[in-house]
């Protein structure tokens, strides 16, 4: 499929192939089944892509599983299998336009923020993980007379990958860039809404030079290919990123069939603290970043939003001042100078209308925005309730769209229990000028990332995941290492 882009950001074409992508080779699903993808901006269907089922995982997995036991694992260098990613992610770069272009298609995101964010960060890991290829190294451990121990950090093997529609790129990159340098193969699914990164990326796979059944990529819905996946006896990892109702079926899968090593990293409601003391403008424009960012699609987005009494009033006419902004400059994402688009879904799109009613009818107050954006595609405006309880919806559930609920304390005990009011535990945001306050509350609250007089953004070099029902196991950095990676201990009898 070729997609001709005739826009002011983008001009120039992008092609796809619409297969399954098993064994270094683009193939047709055994049993037939196609998904059409939809552009967020207009509603319209762009393509169709095959959707696979669980016949083609076990042809993945046959794949990968040969590829693991005689080209990739153990018999291919550290230093060669950081150069093919290397490669990777030149080659990635070198599209980054087109890549850039379809994912703001597919999925609606603005296309200068693809290309820096999205696109730009999937090289960056890659190339992170490429330079860890080569480093991944054991211990010797002093034992009694005569003995010597040592370890090894051995790949699983296949390990299963599963990654949501909210940054396709971005996820698949965090993915398979610690999976493939500790040298395991991989059977990629991408969302099924959004699939054109991901089936981009696997021609790049071929071009870079990865050996054939190294990466396979299985387009398909979550209870076919996903659970597939899950329940595969041949699979000795999974790793997923998407709801926490999801992850408890991987979890559920694992524990049913052969106990795979599970990585989640799920849903979120995260807190944003703001103390009286805080730099309000700083405070403002982070806040505003935190919850409208990917027009909220952000499992770290800083939903629920607790403001002082001393600073509530200043600081909601300054934020409701940005969502004001950003709603008259929402558009089509390839319109220079947009900064808001549309939600990836129809699907989505009820949902976040559905919660903003709830919140309505809950008693909160509708502050700004609260509706559709023009008369196609799925906008929804940059949207803050105020006068929220911690019962309503709300303010408990994550909306998974650019709706912020405000809450007002008064001291920083109140703050710290009412933020720590969720099952949640991804991530947290503290505004304070005073340092051991904005530290303090840092560590008081029960969250894998804290962000301190900042907001939502990730570094590839360090750890990112859940406390509580947010996830199990850390993603990035070296940590993301240790869960690609089991331990073996060798002992010696000298
Ligand atoms: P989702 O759980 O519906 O889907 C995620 C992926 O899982 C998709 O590829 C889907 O096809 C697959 N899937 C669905 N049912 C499955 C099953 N039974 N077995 C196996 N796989 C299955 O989530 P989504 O709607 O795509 O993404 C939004 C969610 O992801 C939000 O809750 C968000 O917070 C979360 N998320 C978390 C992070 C993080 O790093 N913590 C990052 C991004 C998104």
Redesign the pocket.
């Known amino acids: 499929y070729t997609h001709k882009f005739d826009t002011a950001a983008y001009k120039g074409e992008a092609t796809i192939n619409t297969g399954l992508f098993i064994g270094g080779k683009w193939v047709d699903p055994i049993e037939g089944g196609s998904i059409e993808v939809v552009n967020p901006a207009t509603g319209k269907v762009v393509t169709s892509v095959a959707a696979g089922t669980k016949a083609d995982v076990d042809l993945a997995v046959e794949a990968a599983e040969k590829a693991y036991k005689t080209v990739w694992g153990l018999h291919y260098p550290g230093a060669g299998r950081g150069k093919l990613l290397n490669k990777l992610a030149d080659l990635i770069e070198k599209n980054i336009d087109e890549f850039a272009a379809l994912e703001a298609l597919d999925v609606g995101k603005i296309f200068a923020k693809a290309k820096a964010i999205d696109i730009g960060g999937a090289v960056t890991c890659l190339r992170y993980y490429a330079g860890w290829a080569d480093k991944v190294q054991g211990k010797t451990i002093e034992t009694t007379e005569n003995k010597l121990a040592y370890t090894r950090h051995e790949p699983y093997g296949v390990v299963g990958q599963?990654?949501?529609?909210?940054?396709p790129m971005g996820?698949v990159s965090w993915k398979i860039g610690p999976a493939l340098a500790t040298g395991n193969t991989v059977v990629l699914?991408?969302?099924?809404?959004t699939p054109l990164t991901a089936l981009k990326l696997a021609d790049l796979i071929n071009e870079a030079g990865f050996p054939p059944g190294v990466v396979n990529i299985v387009n398909g819905?979550?209870?076919t290919?996903?659970?597939a996946?899950?329940e595969h006896p041949r699979i000795h990892k999974v790793a997923?990123?998407?709801?926490?109702?999801?992850?408890r079926?991987?979890l559920k899968?694992s524990a049913e069939t052969n106990l795979k090593v599970v990585t989640l990293?799920?849903?979120?409601k995260s807190p944003l603290v703001v103390f009286d003391d805080a730099d309000i403008d700083q405070a403002v424009k982070w806040a505003s970043h935190g919850i409208f960012f990917n027009m909220g699609q952000?499992?770290?987005a800083g939903s629920r939003i607790f403001l002082q009494e001393g600073i509530y009033g200043a600081f909601l006419e300054k934020f409701t001042a940005i969502a004001q902004d950003l709603a008259a400059k929402t558009g089509d994402p390839f319109t220079p100078g947009t900064q808001h688009g549309p939600q990836v879904s129809q699907i989505q799109f009820d949902r976040i209308m559905g919660y903003i009613d709830s919140g309505k009818s809950d008693g909160a107050t509708l502050h700004v925005g609260g509706e559709r954006h023009g008369s196609e595609g799925f906008f929804v405006k940059p949207t803050i309730f105020t006068d929220c309880h911690p019962d309503m919806k709300i303010t408990k559930e994550?909306i998974?769209g650019p709706v912020a609920a405000v809450i007002k304390f008064k001291t920083e005990e109140e703050a710290i229990d009412l933020a720590n009011n969720t099952e949640y535990g991804?991530a947290c945001h503290v505004f304070s000028q005073n340092v051991n306050r904005a530290i303090r509350v840092a560590h008081a609250l029960e969250a894998g990332s804290a962000w301190v007089n900042c907001a939502q953004f990730t570094e590839i070099s360090v750890p990112?995941?859940?406390y509580k029902q947010?996830?199990i196991g850390r993603?990035l950095g070296e940590y993301a290492l240790d869960t690609y990676t089991q331990v073996k201990a060798v002992h010696i009898n000298i």
């Open positions: 599963i990654v949501p529609w909210n940054f996820m699914k991408p969302s099924e809404m819905y979550g209870h290919v996903g659970q996946i899950s997923f990123t998407g709801s926490t109702l999801t992850g079926k991987i899968a990293e799920l849903g979120g952000a499992c770290t994550e998974f991804l990112f995941g859940g947010s996830g993603e």
